[in-house]
């Protein structure tokens, strides 16, 4: 993922009080006071172009990353509007760069008199032009901001773990994990989602828990939830769907299987239903584990990888041209 580098966008101000700061020094190399107001208008329209361009350059093509981050920014905004904002500032950057040359000649063939006043008019000139832009410098560090927190979603095989709360998907996460698993930001929750990795000699497996998402009835989902649920569709290769029999989380099992026949009909992966604390009670209908003593849980992922038969990415690169 590329977004964690994706440095803080300034907002205009800050573009143009860089600008300011570095065409003053450039002033002041220049004892000629005319000579000295081309530079500065140079230098600042310079430096406005170079940052916006860095700006732009920050943020990676979409489309070649992966499809879970493309769906999240068309859920979150849409992504014409990021297209549109990313547009927008290239537009400045280059009136900019188009500019530099006319208005510091308006400078220079000015009078000894009137350049300070022609200087003026070229930096409000640029003031407004970036000023156009404080809305998209402003939605994309708002994007920024998010997409930087988002958990590393890679190309692998991907197992989601879905059931209510407390049931054990966490633990289940934890217990096969080859290391500790990465809590992270999920824009669609307060609660963060749940990435861990197995790995299966020298392949990764990735198993994803979204607390928030597929842990309640779909009527107490609203729109954006209901979105966020494809997006984890998209990256899953099948489904775990942990039961807990002894209702020891809180929710009555009737509830659970009603949960179950709902993500039935909202994902179209492979669902393999197991019922945990078998250390407790049992339900003869489905297999049986407890994360809680470790019984039954590496039976559970063997039985999970079978699906990984004949599995692809999901974004292949595009083919060598001849």
């Not at 101000?13 to 220049?30: G, I, S, T």
């Not at 859920?75 to 549109?84: A, F, G, P, V």
């Not at 559970?300 to 004949?310: C, D, I, N, P, R």
Request: charged content about 25%.
């Amino acid at each position: 993922m590329s977004f964690e580098k994706i440095p803080t966008v300034p907002t205009a101000d800050e573009v143009l009080d860089r600008a300011l700061r570095r065409a003053a020094k450039k002033m002041k190399e220049k004892p000629n006071k005319k000579r000295a107001s081309v530079e500065f208008v140079e230098a600042a329209y310079l430096s406005v172009h170079d940052k916006l361009v860095s700006v732009i350059q920050s943020f990676p093509t979409l489309s070649e990353e992966p499809q879970f981050y493309q769906d999240v920014v068309e859920i979150m905004w849409t992504t014409d509007r990021l297209k549109k904002s990313l547009g927008a500032v290239g537009w400045a950057a280059r009136w900019s760069k188009d500019h530099r040359g006319g208005l510091a000649k308006d400078v220079r063939y000015s009078s000894e008199d009137n350049a300070p006043a022609a200087r003026k008019k070229a930096i409000a000139r640029l003031s407004s032009v970036v000023h156009q832009v404080e809305k998209d410098l402003l939605f994309l560090n708002e994007v920024r901001n998010i997409l930087r927190k988002l958990p590393t979603v890679e190309d692998v095989f991907t197992i989601v773990v879905a059931g209510f709360p407390n049931v054990g998907k966490s633990s289940f996460i934890r217990s096969v994990s080859s290391a500790e698993p990465e809590i992270a930001s999920y824009p669609f929750t307060t609660k963060g989602i749940i990435v861990g990795h197995y790995y299966k000699g020298h392949e990764k497996i990735q198993l994803i828990d979204t607390p928030g998402l597929l842990d309640r009835p779909g009527i107490e989902r609203n729109a954006i939830e209901r979105q966020a649920i494809s997006a984890i569709e998209n990256i899953a290769d099948v489904l775990l769907f942990i039961l807990d029999p002894s209702a020891h989380c809180g929710y009555p099992l009737e509830d659970q299987v009603s949960l179950l026949k709902e993500v039935k009909q909202l994902v179209n992966v492979p669902i393999l239903v197991v019922a945990n604390k078998s250390d407790i009670t049992t339900l003869s209908e489905y297999p049986s584990m407890s994360t809680g003593s470790g019984e039954g849980v590496e039976e559970v992922l063997e039985a999970l990888l079978v699906y990984k038969k004949g599995w692809e990415p999901k974004s292949h690169p595009p083919p060598d041209q001849p």
